[in-house]
């Protein structure tokens, strides 16, 4: 009996001390909280030792004890947190367990691949270039329209997404392919296969002109100089390659072509190389995408950018373009 009344005596000192070492590191704590994360394949070991640098817990034994007593120990989901150090160890532990909220991230059209990859992995969704060097071919057979794809260039839909943190990168491209099978692919007609193509013009429209009136007429101008075997000479097709195919995330500078610039090999230098670039140069939308597949013929051969209005000047004589360039670029 004594023996009994020994082990429960220690048994009620352990539970004391254990709800003692679970308590707040400082329960008087105001601010904001402390920004903590899990990243993906961290374990109980690893978080432990993180909320212990943060001065998040009280002691690290406890919290091991109390979430591998309780069957949560691999629970704990990857993410962003925000943690006060005026919760208790079981507090934290239930917000580990539950996970972070979505994270709302917008894709702006015009975005390419390499910027998305950024602004995914700058808010916690994956990690920096998962989506930049994705095995996208693989999906071919779910999505047919990438069979004659080049690239995921072209694909990656803007709209407003939500995404668990540290989302799995099959997740976040499917998403992304199934916005774009649902919004933009009932716009082409019969086999994307021959529509590819559009969607590489989509792509320079987007970069080159803001309005939809001028997006058209350039959709037509395109297609007139590749019927006379014109080269395009369209700058953001080489902006896209001087910039390692990033457009938000090059400096302006650096986007500045220079003769040298225009005189460079290079497949997406269309001042020197005939017809379409081999993949689009940035993500369409709908308009883009509308404008590249209706086409306006006009005389127009050639086109500036108003530098104040962005308003598109066409010409259709070199003459005519080179007293535009005089009249409003210089």
Same mark, same amino acid.
């Given at each position: 009996?004594?023996?009994?009344?020994?082990?429960?005596?220690?048994?009620?000192?352990?539970?004391?001390?254990?709800?003692?070492?679970?308590?707040?590191?400082?329960?008087?704590?105001?601010?904001?909280?402390?920004?903590?994360?899990?990243?993906?394949?961290?374990?109980?070991?690893?978080?432990?030792?993180?909320?212990?640098?943060?001065?998040?817990?009280?002691?690290?034994?406890?919290?091991?004890?109390?979430?591998?007593?309780?069957?949560?120990?691999?629970?704990?989901?990857?993410?962003?947190?925000?943690?006060?150090?005026?919760?208790?160890?079981?507090?934290?532990?239930?917000?580990?367990?539950?996970?972070?909220?979505?994270?709302?991230?917008?894709?702006?059209?015009?975005?390419?691949?390499?910027?998305?990859?950024? #602004?995914?992995?700058? %808010? =916690?969704? !994956?990690?920096?270039?998962?989506?930049?060097?994705?095995?996208? /071919?693989?999906? @071919?057979?779910?999505?047919?329209?990438?069979?004659?794809?080049?690239?995921?260039?072209?694909?990656?839909?803007?709209?407003?997404?939500?995404?668990?943190?540290?989302?799995?990168?099959?997740?976040?491209?499917?998403?992304?392919?199934?916005?774009?099978?649902?919004?933009?692919?009932?716009?082409?007609?019969?086999?994307?296969?021959?529509?590819?193509?559009?969607?590489?013009?989509?792509?320079?429209?987007?970069?080159?002109?803001?309005?939809?009136?001028? #997006?058209?007429?350039? %959709? =037509?101008? !395109?297609?007139?100089?590749?019927?006379?075997?014109?080269?395009? /000479?369209?700058? @953001?097709?080489?902006?896209?390659?001087?910039?390692?195919?990033?457009?938000?995330?090059?400096?302006?500078?650096?986007?500045?072509?220079?003769?040298?610039?225009?005189?460079?090999?290079?497949?997406?230098?269309?001042?020197?190389?005939?017809?379409?670039?081999?993949?689009?140069?940035?993500?369409?939308?709908?308009?883009?995408?509308?404008?590249?597949?209706?086409?306006?013929?006009?005389?127009?051969?050639?086109?500036?950018?108003?530098?104040?209005?962005?308003?598109?000047?066409? %010409?259709?004589?070199?003459?005519?373009?080179?007293?535009?360039?005089?009249?409003?670029?210089?």
């Amino acid at each position: 009996m004594l023996l009994v009344v020994s082990i429960a005596i220690v048994l009620f000192i352990a539970l004391v001390a254990l709800v003692i070492a679970l308590q707040p590191i400082d329960r008087l704590a105001k601010d904001a909280g402390v920004k903590f994360i899990i990243a993906k394949g961290d374990g109980l070991k690893e978080v432990v030792d993180n909320l212990d640098k943060e001065k998040l817990i009280k002691s690290t034994e406890a919290f091991k004890l109390y979430n591998l007593l309780s069957g949560k120990a691999h629970l704990f989901k990857p993410g962003h947190y925000t943690v006060s150090p005026a919760w208790n160890s079981v507090q934290i532990s239930k917000l580990l367990i539950d996970g972070p909220p979505e994270i709302s991230v917008i894709i702006f059209e015009g975005e390419t691949v390499k910027d998305i990859d950024y #602004r995914l992995s700058a %808010a =916690g969704v !994956i990690n920096a270039g998962e989506l930049e060097k994705y095995d996208w /071919q693989k999906l @071919a057979i779910d999505y047919p329209f990438l069979r004659e794809a080049g690239s995921l260039e072209g694909f990656v839909f803007g709209d407003t997404y939500r995404f668990a943190p540290f989302s799995d990168i099959d997740i976040v491209v499917r998403e992304f392919l199934d916005n774009f099978k649902k919004q933009a692919l009932p716009l082409f007609e019969g086999e994307f296969a021959a529509n590819y193509q559009s969607l590489i013009i989509a792509s320079l429209i987007e970069k080159e002109a803001p309005f939809f009136e001028d #997006r058209k007429i350039i %959709a =037509g101008l !395109i297609y007139r100089r590749m019927k006379l075997g014109m080269r395009l /000479q369209l700058d @953001a097709a080489t902006v896209y390659e001087k910039c390692g195919e990033r457009f938000a995330t090059c400096p302006s500078q650096t986007r500045r072509l220079s003769r040298r610039d225009l005189a460079s090999k290079g497949v997406y230098n269309t001042y020197l190389s005939k017809g379409l670039p081999p993949t689009p140069i940035a993500n369409p939308g709908l308009s883009a995408i509308k404008a590249a597949l209706n086409p306006v013929k006009t005389r127009y051969i050639f086109y500036i950018s108003h530098p104040r209005t962005r308003k598109t000047i066409f %010409a259709a004589t070199l003459d005519e373009h080179n007293r535009n360039r005089v009249k409003y670029l210089r």
